[in-house]
């Protein structure tokens, strides 16, 4: 290879490479448009809050999603009056927003059910959207009816702010701007690092949506008659549950529940002593 060559193959590689990183940030920005335009056209009113929200399922998906999912949620408990249990406390919390939404003249449109699973194992609740609620014996256990009550009236809080639909939602947007950083970077570890990013921003949701939660919880449990420094307990029962838990909570999609109890218990104050007053503990 003659010398004078050598600066003309350099110049062609430099060309080669300045062409690649422009299509590749062009395709880029094509991804980042198309995830942010979609995700903008998802915008929704929540029929209870009355917020804007960017879902992704209308609320009758979200109702036919949770009965279709339902029977895969696991076995219900065979203890009749336990389950019974549940089901009462969780209609007197229904029966409790029902009304206030009816004094203000908003039709809730979910139909709740409240099932106790029989798992002794795994001390748990959860709720699909749409209204299906679900309570582990692991959990059910080692909790009284106002506690009950606030762990129910937590996860009720799930389904009317559609936290479900909602991180759906955002995960596709966050999984397109992934995407789009893979593709600029051009090569494996840009990929891995904008998806780690993307982890982090997606757990932030979830800690804000638990707290959101936590919020109905008090009120709901409140209006049904049952004091919500019970939900105060529950965090106790959690944090006994987890053995104390050594992962960052900036790393965990949940508060750690002594904090959760801080919040909780500035929710409490919140509310008038008239409303406290008399309320079942």
């Known amino acids: ?62 109702i036919m999603m949770g009965l279709q999912s339902a029977p895969q ?28 939404l009816y004094q203000r003249g908003i039709q809730n449109p979910y139909r709740f059910n409240f099932t106790l699973l029989d798992d002794r194992r795994t001390v748990n609740a959860f709720a699909l959207p749409g209204g299906q609620v679900f ?49 600029a970077g051009g090569g494996y570890d840009s990929s891995r690092i904008a998806s780690y990013v993307g982890n982090v921003v997606n757990m932030k949701y979830g800690r804000t949506d638990e707290l959101e939660s936590d919020k109905w919880g008090v009120l709901l449990m409140a209006m049904a008659g049952y004091h919500p420094a019970a939900m105060m307990e529950v965090m106790d029962v959690l944090e006994k549950s987890s053995g104390g838990g050594s992962t960052p909570e900036f790393m965990s999609s949940h508060p750690r529940p002594a904090n ?20 079942q503990r």
């Open 1 to 62: 290879m003659s010398y004078s060559n050598q600066p003309r193959q350099r110049q062609r590689r430099r060309s080669s490479f300045s062409s690649g990183l422009k299509l590749r940030l062009l395709f880029a920005v094509g991804i980042v448009l198309f995830s942010l335009v979609s995700f903008w056209n998802k915008g929704q009113v929540n029929p209870v809050t009355k917020k804007v929200q960017r879902v992704d399922m209308t609320v009758k998906e979200e």
């Open 73 to 100: 949620m696991g076995t219900p408990s065979r203890d009749r009056v336990a389950q019974n249990r549940v089901a009462r406390i969780g209609e007197q919390l229904v029966s409790a927003l029902n009304m206030d």
């Open 135 to 183: 309570l582990t014996e692991a959990l059910f256990g080692q909790l009284n009816d106002a506690q009950i009550a606030g762990v129910l009236g937590h996860e009720v809080g799930h389904v009317i702010e559609r936290h479900g639909s909602e991180r759906m939602a955002k995960g596709n947007l966050i999984q397109g701007l992934v995407s789009a950083a893979g593709v």
């Open 260 to 279: 959760r109890k801080v919040y909780i218990e500035g929710l409490i104050k919140e509310l008038s002593p008239e409303v406290l007053q008399g309320l």
